[in-house]
C-alpha cells in the first residue's frame, strides 16, 4: 500500500465489527514517515490513549506491506514483515477494550479536521 499525500488527508485500513471493535492502520498526508496504529473495544473511545506511531521510509512514495495478526490472545502489528507493535488481551483493560469478534475490511481515504479559521465560505473539493 501507497498512502496519500496531502496536508489534512488520511488514508487508512480498518477492520471493524458490528459490535465496533476495531484495528487500524492510519496514515497523514503530511506526515509521509510515520504510520499510526490504533484499537478499539466495543466502540470504546472514552479516551484515545490506544494509539501508537511509528516512522517508517517514504509512505507516499514506496510501497509496503501492512499486516494485523490477531489471535485470542494477542494483536500484532507488522510493517514489511516486521512487528512494530503487540497488545496483549489482559493489557486492553482486563480484556474489555480487547477487539475480539469477526471484522470486515475497510479501506478509505478522506479529507481529515482542519483546525483554524473558516474561509467565510464552503466551495468543496475540486475532485
Known amino acids: 500500500m501507497r498512502a496519500a499525500s496531502g ?9 471493524e465489527s458490528d459490535d465496533l471493535d476495531e484495528i487500524d492502520w492510519e496514515f497523514t498526508g503530511s506526515a509521509k514517515n510515520e504510520v499510526q496504529t490504533n484499537y478499539f473495544g466495543k466502540g470504546n473511545d472514552t479516551n484515545w490513549d490506544r494509539g501508537a506511531n511509528f516512522y517508517i521510509a517514504d509512505t507516499q512514495a514506496d510501497t509496503h506491506n501492512y499486516t494485523i495478526d490477531w489471535n485470542p ?14 497488545l496483549r488481551y489482559e493489557n486492553a483493560v482486563g ?12 479501506l478509505g481515504i478522506w479529507a481529515g479536521e482542519v483546525i483554524g479559521p473558516g474561509l467565510g465560505s464552503t466551495n468543496g473539493f475540486a475532485w
Not at 490472545?73 to 503487540?86: F, L, Q, S
Not at 477494550?97 to 475490511?105: A, D, F, I, S, V
Open 7 to 15: 496536508t489534512g488527508i488520511v488514508s487508512c485500513v480498518v477492520l
Open 73 to 86: 490472545e494477542t494483536v500484532r502489528w507488522y510493517i514489511d514483515g516486521r512487528a512494530v507493535r503487540t
Open 95 to 106: 480484556g474489555s477494550n480487547y477487539p475480539q469478534t469477526p471484522m470486515r475490511l475497510k
